[in-house]
Nanobody, 123 residues
Framework: VQLQASGGGLVQAGDSLRLSCAASGHTLSRYVMGWFRQAPGKERKFAAAINWNGATTYYADSVKGRFTISRDNAKNTVYLQMTSLNPEDTAVYYC?????????????????WGQGTLVTVSS
């Protein structure tokens, strides 16, 4: 399984970005997908997750109300729509494929990780 994250870049505070995570080599449609992020000098943290059919989503408190995770199983792709970005959102964003169908915030429940895409938010 290869996960290719894209859509990162340099934006200003208040802007929006949409990240994409495209999979190859394996279907994502029966698995939970998540987005994690790692700020400079900090540990990787959970941001958002979506269950296999999109019916259930979880968000970290820090992004709730601003970020939206979604998926298009026909395209084997997961998205993270980010709005009202602020400098604290600056991080490398990683998408990950989980072990099962149910949404989870636990990093140990994700088995495949993309290479990450950098989001930089200037003030």
């Amino acid at each position: 399984v290869q996960l290719q994250a894209s859509g990162g870049g340099l934006v200003q505070a208040g802007d929006s970005l949409r990240l994409s995570c495209a999979a190859s080599g394996h279907t994502l449609s029966r698995y939970v997908m998540g987005w994690f992020r790692q700020a400079p000098g900090k540990e990787r943290k959970f941001a958002a997750a979506i269950n296999w059919n999109g019916a259930t989503t979880y968000y970290a408190d820090s992004v709730k109300g601003r970020f939206t995770i979604s998926r298009d199983n026909a395209k084997n792709t997961v998205y993270l729509q980010m709005t009202s970005l602020n400098p604290e959102d600056t991080a490398v964003y990683y998408c990950a494929k989980g072990r099962g169908m149910a949404a989870t915030t636990r990093p140990d429940q994700y088995v495949y990780w993309g290479q990450g895409t950098l989001v930089t938010v200037s003030s």
